[in-house]
């Protein structure tokens, strides 16, 4: 009954860990402050410790525009500022560290581990930026980031996800994500706890059996 537990659970790891090596799968950022601007995550992968990902603003004529100036990813957890940006088709962006959510995002998540910021911002903030460099609507960019992404899937990363929007409808702005699915990286943390505690327990029974 214990080894079927475990393989069990070795199943499910690996399911999990094939989850978190490449996703063809789209994710929408709606702007959180009713302005109608979105965009969305797409081609997203994590590949040992790096994050690839492209975000398209989807803002455009006729209906709501708005150019992506920063984007933020709120992944939760205490965790070193060792990450790098490794790539950019935009070569705008900088990676700045432990921000203040800010522009309506702060409703939802209190700050950002990491920010991609127009390095036009000078002082990097995430609700800076300069709408002259930044992701135009109908334009992409592609990012690659490593660092330290333990205990998180692909899926938890792009939701993480925060485009703070300049210029919205001419002279607004706006945050788009999707709150509602922010990661929740203690529960990563846990399972993967239990799977060593389990695994530590088959190897005392089997060296019991051998005594």
Known sequence: MFRKALLTTAAAIAMLALSSVARADTITLTGVNGTGVTATVSNYSLVGNTFTFTITNTSVAPGSTGTITNIGFALGGNRPNNYQLVSSTNNNYILVFDEDATSGAQ???????????????????????????????????TFSISGDFSGLTADQIANS????????????????????????????????TGLAGLAARARRRRNQSKA
């Open 107 to 141: 409703n939802f998540v209190s700050s950002f581990d990491l920010v991609l910021c127009n390095k036009s911002n000078g002082g990097c903030t995430f609700g800076g930026g300069s709408v002259n460099d930044g992701i135009a609507g109908g334009t992409s960019a």
């Open 161 to 192: 996800i925060f485009a703070r929007f300049q210029a919205v409808n001419g002279e607004g702005s706006d945050v788009a994500g999707n709150p509602g699915q922010v990661p929740e990286p203690m529960t990563m943390l846990l399972f993967g």
